[in-house]
């Protein structure tokens, strides 16, 4: 199993590891902006980082 790195919501992880641009975050739905934290949760998991809900 992964070892935790570190612990992080999913929309710190999407601005400083996937550098997701903050101005594409304004503009996105609701519905857009829950479909990229949970992807940014699973990636997360994936890497061993522990997820703040």
């Known amino acids: ?31 857009d902006k829950e479909w990229y934290k949970e992807a940014a949760r699973e990636e997360m998991q994936l890497k061993g980082i522990l997820v703040e809900v």
């Open 1 to 31: 199993m992964a070892e935790i790195k570190d612990k992080m919501s999913a929309l710190i992880y999407l601005k400083r590891e996937l550098e997701f641009p903050l101005t594409e975050w304004k503009a996105l739905s609701a519905e």
